[in-house]
């Protein structure tokens, strides 16, 4: 999953009988002895309860594509949904309408979902699933104490955005899942472990022409293109020490993986010229180019390391050789997975800011201030 969440992360909502037609909530204060964060401006909360993650423009910015735990199984509008509704216990994919808030389930409602993605033209989506394997969500993974994912048997599909014409894009063992689709409309970046390890790859939109384009031991996964899909930012884990080398391989075995240290990178579309763009031995994730094809929008928990505590994960900005760092968001404990708009005028991201529950996590929207 293009994650790195503190638990999980995902919710939305409906109630029975009645439905609840959105009324996005604005909040634009800072809490007290806060920096304001003065890149976003008009934030509106999209949804509102459980875990709602990974949200993600359609290519004209009409539309979000995101994953929940929330019991939207049929047509519905973002709202607060009923406490008598249990949730799905993993995650499903959903397309919003951000006109009027329509939410629309387009995966199968069974195993678990993520890492959606609009294809061009606004009709199709892609996302990775574990239904043909079980319909059951997972076990959970053992953490034994420290943060770990599983990297569930999942392929990539594409499928209409009325859930229909689903088609498989890959079917090899293990782990295919992180995809994303280049500006320009004719590539797919994702990560795999088809060869022995977590790499990321590309494909045609259809499947076909995979090549690898890392092979440096340890985990490369998370791409997103650059505007002009030249260039592709990612993150990485490369260890060298032996002890952290035998561990990481040996959670790679359990098809799990411990994401404690990652760094941003940026390559060229072709896998050369790879280059990292932070080296602050913090987890460091989900990043995005700004539209100015520059800089980088990214997750991290750098400034907000305690001892014995929860990390805290913020937004950062930096040019894509590593100098001038700045922090966007000071509100909640995670704020990640961030996306500007195509026309950039607006970031959408994930964040615990406002939550009512522990574990709570929403998707935001925002005009971007330059």
């Known amino acids: 999953m293009r994650l790195l969440l503190i638990s999980v992360i995902v919710a939305c909502v409906f109630t029975t009988p ?68 249990p949730d799905l216990g993993c ?14 389930l387009v995966s199968t409602g069974t195993g678990v979902t993520t890492c959606g993605y609009f294809f061009p033209g606004d009709r199709r989506v892609l996302f990775s699933s574990t239904h043909l394997k079980a319909p059951n ?11 770990r994912w599983a990297l569930d048997d999942y392929d990539i599909f594409s499928v209409r955005v009325d859930g229909q014409e689903m088609h498989r894009l890959t079917s090899t063992p293990g782990y295919d899942a992180e995809a994303t689709i280049a500006p320009d409309g004719k ?45 592709i930012a990612y993150r990485a884990s490369h260890p060298t020490d032996p002890a952290e080398l035998e561990a990481y391989q040996g959670l790679l075995k359990q098809n799990m993986v411990e994401p404690s240290q990652l760094e941003i990178f940026v390559m060229n579309a ?42 805290s994960f913020h937004l950062y900005l930096i040019n894509d050789d590593g100098t001038r760092l700045e922090r966007i968001t000071f509100s909640g404990h995670f704020n990640s997975f961030p996306m500007f708009s195509p026309d950039g005028k607006k970031l959408v991201w994930v964040s615990d800011r406002n939550a009512s529950a522990r574990g709570e996590f929403n998707i935001f929207l925002a005009d971007w201030v330059p």
């Open 270 to 311: 072709d896998g050369s010229g790879k280059h990292p763009v932070t080296h602050n031995g913090a987890s460091n994730f989900s990043p995005f180019f700004h539209p100015d094809g520059r800089r980088i929008i990214y997750a991290s928990n750098e400034q907000d390391r305690q001892p014995d505590a929860p990390p």
């Open 137 to 147: 969500c997972p076990p959970k993974v053992k953490r034994e104490g420290r943060y």
């Open 187 to 231: 590539t797919i970046v994702f990560t795999s472990v088809r060869d022995g390890d977590l790499d990321i790859y590309a494909m045609n939109l259809d499947g076909t022409h995979v090549r690898r384009l890392t092979n440096e031991l340890g985990y490369d996964g998370g791409p997103f293109f650059s505007p002009d899909s030249r260039r």
């Open 18 to 85: 009645n439905l609840v037609f959105p009324q996005a909530r604005h909040d634009t204060s800072t809490p007290s002895g806060q920096p304001p964060e003065r890149h976003l401006a008009n934030i509106r909360q999209l949804t509102f309860g459980r875990q709602n993650a990974e949200a993600y423009f359609s290519f004209s910015g009409a539309k979000l594509i995101f994953q929940s735990t929330n019991n939207w199984m049929a047509n519905s509008f973002a709202g607060s949904q009923s406490a008598g509704v």
């Open 91 to 104: 995650y499903q994919m959903y397309t919003m309408d951000l006109e009027n808030g329509a939410i629309r």
